[in-house]
């Protein structure tokens, strides 16, 4: 970002943003959809520059571009839900803004990877999945500063239990118990695609009918059995994307398995399960506790955490993480 020449006061640069040129450039041309102002140097104050949706004329799109490459280019930020709005759709802008609060970039993560692992569920084909994992990458990259950066996103899980929440939920818990367990050390290819799969582990689901997925009453035996085959059904999927590397494999396949052998769909035991595969199930567990389903009301996380700790069908290293982080208020 360009360094303005004079002082911006501060309270000025508590209420407003400086943006900066690739957050304009992603803007409509001629109609920006926020309110910009500039800063006058001669009185050291901000004055409205275009009311949004108005049209600019060339000169002034010009005129725009000089005051945003010295820096006296501002938008307001209780305008910040247009901007996030609009930042949600374009990722990576988020990489590149450091106007931007570490909470307000949580924000526009979860928006963002919603809006993506949705539009993929819906429509799970290769140019959607192109999308969803461009954004993955932005997250990782955000994590690479600061592996930890993850807890913030942890503290803002989604309540309403629909897949694509559960998905997102669970992905952030996911790669935030795999972050703690390599205690803040990971390449960033294996953080890419944990991430990937963390998020994904669910995608047999979108293959399954809504109204089994979303049944009030309890599942009939032959149901059950049905939805009993996502794991099987999204590995296929992930496998006809091109996706057949160890970590969504496992994801996919191994989230419902269980240390003793009673979960599904291959009845895997503690050594036949990946740590990936363990660490998956418990957060996929944790995730659909802590949220309110049509069969189950919400449990509070400290006392899901503290079921699964006690629960031997789940490893109790993963457990145990999950429990002494909520406990100590990490997320
Ligand atoms: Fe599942
Ligand atoms: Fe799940």
Same mark, same amino acid.
Not at 97 to 101: F, S
Not at 263 to 268: D, E, H, I, M, T
């Given at each position: 970002m360009s360094q303005h020449k004079s002082t911006i006061p501060d309270n000025i640069a508590e209420e407003y943003y400086q943006i900066n040129p690739d957050i304009l450039s992603s803007f409509p041309k001629y109609r920006p959809p926020l309110d910009l102002f500039e800063f006058k140097d001669d009185i050291a104050q901000l004055v409205p520059y275009i009311r949004k949706g108005n049209r600019l004329s060339n000169e002034q799109v010009d005129q725009l571009n000089e005051l945003c490459a010295e820096g006296s280019l501002f938008v307001a930020r209780s305008d910040h839900p247009v901007y996030s709005k609009h930042i949600v759709k374009q990722l990576d802008l988020v990489l590149v803004? %450091?106007?931007?609060?570490e909470s307000e970039i949580a924000d526009i993560f979860v928006q963002a990877l919603s809006l993506r692992l949705e539009e993929f569920f819906d429509q799970p084909v290769q140019l959607v999945f192109d999308k969803l994992y461009k954004d993955v990458l932005v997250l990782t990259e955000y994590l690479t500063t600061d592996h930890y950066r993850i807890r913030a996103l942890a503290k803002r899980l989604i309540p309403e239990h629909t897949l694509v929440n559960h998905s997102v939920n669970s992905g952030i818990i996911a790669l935030w118990l795999y972050i703690k367990s390599r205690q803040g050390v990971t390449k960033r290819r294996d953080l890419d695609r944990t991430a990937l799969a963390c998020f994904l582990h669910d995608l047999g689901m979108c293959k399954i009918p809504q109204f089994l997925r979303t049944k009030t009453v309890p599942l009939t035996q032959e149901e059950r059995q049905k939805v009993n085959m996502h794991p099987m059904v999204g590995a296929k999927l992930a496998q006809k994307l091109g996706l057949t590397f160890d970590e969504i494999q496992q994801a996919i396949l191994e989230h419902h398995e269980r240390l003793d052998g009673s979960?599904?769909?291959? %009845?895997?035991k503690d050594d036949a399960m990946s740590k990936l595969g363990k660490i998956v199930a418990v957060a996929d567990s944790y995730c659909a506790m802590i949220s309110e389903r049509p069969y189950a009301s919400a449990m509070p996380p400290m006392e899901a955490a503290e079921s699964l700790r006690g629960d031997a069908r789940y490893d109790a290293k993963t457990a145990n993480t999950l429990y002494n982080g909520i406990q100590e208020e990490e997320v």
């Open positions: 803004d %450091k106007n931007l609060k979960g599904y769909p291959r %009845k895997l």
